[in-house]
């Protein structure tokens, strides 16, 4: 299908140079976790890729929409370990919030997209288990409908097509900035400042999990064990299987673990490193990790507690940490501080119901198509 | 619009008319220049030669890279009833093309994929095998690449080579059937094509009244239909186009079917007609101003193709309404009539090319008798109707045990 270009290895070369960039700063110094940069947006566009971003009628057999996995009643995620998939086939990762992801600079777990959002939603309306969608039908649905004719107009986008689509959808997005965050606004709790400095001191998190998102924007062996309902269930290991195979990892059959960030590179070395994740915006978002394998933030600390996971490729970078309890409490009060708003008012969520049909263009016969 | 339809028989009055015989000679068309058709071997031998006439059906043409066994047809059937060969595992090649109704759908445009309607007419299965091209406007040249696009189509199966492969291979009993049949370690997506296309090849007719007629039963036909043979072959000169063992020379004419009156008035088919013509790959310009179905025009991208289709076989026709590319005629005495004001529905109105319709579509004069022989007539190229059980579709069954994932997650 000529319009389901496919994002692949290339796009990543730009994600990994960026990522070295951020590398330069050397052991001991990383870059200050604090607020993020306001986005400017233009309210016509955003106001056009909200409708979007809710409307069914942008997957291939209209059932569902951007929203059904990045729900913004839980975290603009889903509270679900493995996120849905298309109907007819599962999925094999956690549907990561959107809340920041247009300040990101590569996405998905693996980062394989590293160029922009324009390109990520791409990648998940026309992906074969995500939204499967011939965007050239998603462009003449719209034109069939008055609203957006109108909106795409006013947005300045002239008639509906499938490009401003992948333009108007990123737009929203920015809007999905954290807001209100005690870390943000200063209004932290004692125990929430007692763990930021063990964050960045004696446990270490600083070291991958810095800047304004607290993150690095690198990948990252910890050792997550696998979620075996990938495999188990022949529905998430189908869309697994067509994932792998499209990336072109040999022997992807008899693939027992999600390969992470060696999807990109094929070098062994980075066999099941998965991309820093920010912390930002998490409290409503759970479970975690790239496949939402722990449950709560209490676990996740855990799990770095005890040095991370099993992997002979694991980072060096992780060691046991010996936290008392209390201090466990305090770096999960930290992390909590790290949300804000959960963004579900109608400010963020279309709440107007679409049309059940596509109304005839009137006097067809004479109107240009 | 639903209107599933079954074919209503005519009351046929007996009386006797006398005919005229006119020599009628396909190759001496104008279109027989634009058509580019290799006949299927089946028919090319009796299509060489002499004014074109009716022939029994023989076996169809078997493919030398794709013969036919047991296990491959038995595959190939499961296969077709399979909605997950397809995009959201709903929408198989059966959806469409259901058993009873004439392995085809008894809409004037076919069903689409969830979400969309398609745009043309669903083609019976029933003898698809014979054709050197398939689909109305003759876009594929093979039931096996015929298969693999209507799979994938976005208003027909919308499924992906990758995720249908996986499915394939997670359902034991065709990893199974797959080793069996193609010998290899995991299915692949083409040969879910070359299996589907084996059973393709085993939903023929040969035992139609007509057949029986011709290879030598004279009482094989009715009264009537040796009446409507003879206006068939004469004066309504349906055999210059309708000839051969396929009762089609597999030419494309546009026979004066007007633009489908869905597209004025239906949002959801206006939406397909315009994707249709971007899948197609049509012009900016001819995107903007297309009104109807090019039909093989999107294939030559001449002209004068311009509202051609493929002549379609009468075969089996009985059960297989609404008619034409755009399903737009319900019943066989609508079309008979449409042929006998000359390429015109009741209103008058035809092809959207007039400059294109074939000089061999004049109006015919036929009285209500000639016009009820000619569709007794044309019953006798359908025998039994063609009905199987569906099959029981395989489960699927996860590929490894946890035994299996716990030591690979030790190993790591």
Redesign the interface.
Known sequence: ?GV?VKTGRTLLAIALGLSMAVGAAHAGSYPDIGPLPQIKINKAKAELGKRLFFDK?V?????ISCATCHNPKEGWSQNQALSDG????GHFRNSPTLINAAHKKSWNHDGRIGTNLNDQTREMITE??IM?M?M??MQ??F??DPLYVKMFKDAGYGEPSNGSVRKAIPEFLKTLTSRGAPFDTGKMSGAAKRGMKLFKGKAGCISCHNGPLLSDGKPHNT?V??N?DV?????N???F??FT??QGIPNY?NL??DPGFYNITLDMADM?KFMTPSLRELKYSAPYMHNGTINTLAGVVDFYNRGGG????KSDQLKPLNLSNKQKGDLVAFLESLSGDRLTSSEHVWNKSYPD?????QN??HA?? | MKKIMKYRHAVLAASISTVLLVGCNANATKESTSAVVKAAPAAATTMSMGPAKLEPLGPPPIPADNLQSPGKIALGKVLFFDP?IG????TGCSTCHEPDQGWAWAEDFSRG????VHWRNSQSIINSAYYPRLFWAGSASSLEKQARSAA?G??AG???A??M???V??IPEYRKQFKEVFGTE?PLIKDVWRAIASYERTLIQLDTPIDNYLKGDKSALSEEQIRGKVIFEGKAGCIQCHNGPLATDLKFYNVGVPASPR??????A??????E???KGMTQEG?????DDWGYYYRSKNSWDKGKFRTPTLRYVVYTPPYLHNGMLDTLEEVVDFYNRGGRMEDGSTTSFPQNKSDLIKPLNLSDQEKEDLVAFIEAFSGEEILVAKPELPD?????T?A??EA???A?
């Open positions: 299908m389901r009628r997957s291939g057999d209209a059932a298309y109907p007819g086939n074969t288990y499967n011939d050239r039908i003449e649905r034109k069939q050792g064990p696998e075996f495999f188990l269930d022949p529905n290991h189908q869309a299987i067509a195979m499209f059959m027992k673990r099941g099993k992997d002979s490729r049909e596509y109304p005839a263009i067809w016969q240009r198509n | 997950r995009g959201d595992a709903s994929y969830p979400g969309t994938r976005g208003v919308n499924g992906e990758d995720l492969e996986a499915r291979a997670l995991w597209w004025q008035d239906d949002g959801l206006q939406i397909t007609f315009r994707f013509q971007y899948a995107y903007r101003k297309a009104k699927y069954a996860p590929l490894f946890k299996e994932l690979a997650q030790e790591k």
